[in-house]
């Protein structure tokens, strides 16, 4: 991630932070930022120690003032920009946040999208960058897709539809379709459905999708794409390939491989 970059992580637990924690505060340690943790429901001693688990220095960064672990509920906007504005005084190239979003749940969604519409004006002028955490279990689907949303992908690749912190999907041309990448549950199988659906409607032929970066598939994603070969139509077909071997096996083993309009390219 680079300066003025505004990402997310959904997670359902601690396991799932670590891939996209633990490089994002390690890295700007490593290098030439300063981090500030934000929490709200995890106390920061806990959160202490998760760093610590992960490798962090957490007491050699603390001590030099390059980790900061406060509560988020103390910050608005405004307060991150002061402290992206000192970062950059210290000599810092940019500061680095990151803070667990579970207050939406009190405050409300209409309180949140303010907040992290705030903060894309500070990650806007290059002097921070940061990842949003968003707990699964806490938000439904629906909200959680409208709030992942909100964090902007890399506005330069125009064949990325959806990225969060464990989906990404984009466009490919040869063969026309999608390529998706990542875990797909029930809280991203609307997502995936509607993806499927968008590219449906912009490929003429048969509609390929490359899952081979998939590392996580519950019924509820395979169901979108049986339900999206369902619907394609015109004697078109929803080919899946390349396709991890896992995949395949769960849509054996549940049966779908005959599924209309389904085809599973080896």
């Avoid at 940019?94 to 894309?120: D, I």
């Avoid at 499927?196 to 490359?210: C, M």
Wanted: aromatic letters at 6%; one cysteine or more.
């Amino acid at each position: 991630m680079q300066p003025g970059d505004h990402r997310s992580v959904a997670y359902s637990d601690e396991a799932e932070l670590e891939p996209v924690l633990a490089p994002f505060i390690g890295e700007g340690l490593a290098g030439a930022d300063k981090v500030l943790y934000l929490t709200d429901v995890t106390h920061p001693a806990v959160v202490t120690g998760l760093l610590r688990g992960w490798g962090v220095d957490t007491a050699g960064a603390a001590r030099s003032g390059r980790l900061e672990i406060r509560r988020l509920e103390e910050f608005t906007p405004a307060d991150v920009a002061v402290q992206a504005d000192r970062a950059l005084s210290e000599g810092y190239r940019a500061l680095r946040v990151t803070g667990e979003m579970s207050w939406a749940v009190r405050a409300g969604h209409k309180r949140l999208a303010e907040f992290e519409n705030g903060l894309q004006k500070v990650f806007d002028t290059g002097a921070a960058l940061g990842v949003c955490q968003f707990d699964k279990r806490l938000f439904a689907p629906g909200v959680l897709a409208d709030l992942l949303r909100l964090h902007r992908p890399d506005d330069h690749d125009h064949d990325l539809m959806l990225e969060t912190g464990l989906l990404r999907i984009r466009r490919t041309f040869e063969p026309a379709g999608i390529r998706v990448e990542g875990e797909i549950d029930a809280t991203s199988s609307a997502e995936l459905a509607r993806r499927l659906f968008e590219a449906g409607q912009t490929v003429s032929g048969d509609l390929h999708v490359d899952l081979q970066g998939v590392t996580f598939i519950d019924l509820a994603g395979l169901r979108a794409l049986v339900e999206a070969a369902k619907h394609l139509g015109d004697q078109r077909e929803l080919v899946l390939g390349p396709i991890p071997d896992h995949v395949g096996q769960l849509v054996r083993l549940i049966g779908w491989h005959t599924s209309p309009g389904l085809r599973i390219d080896e």
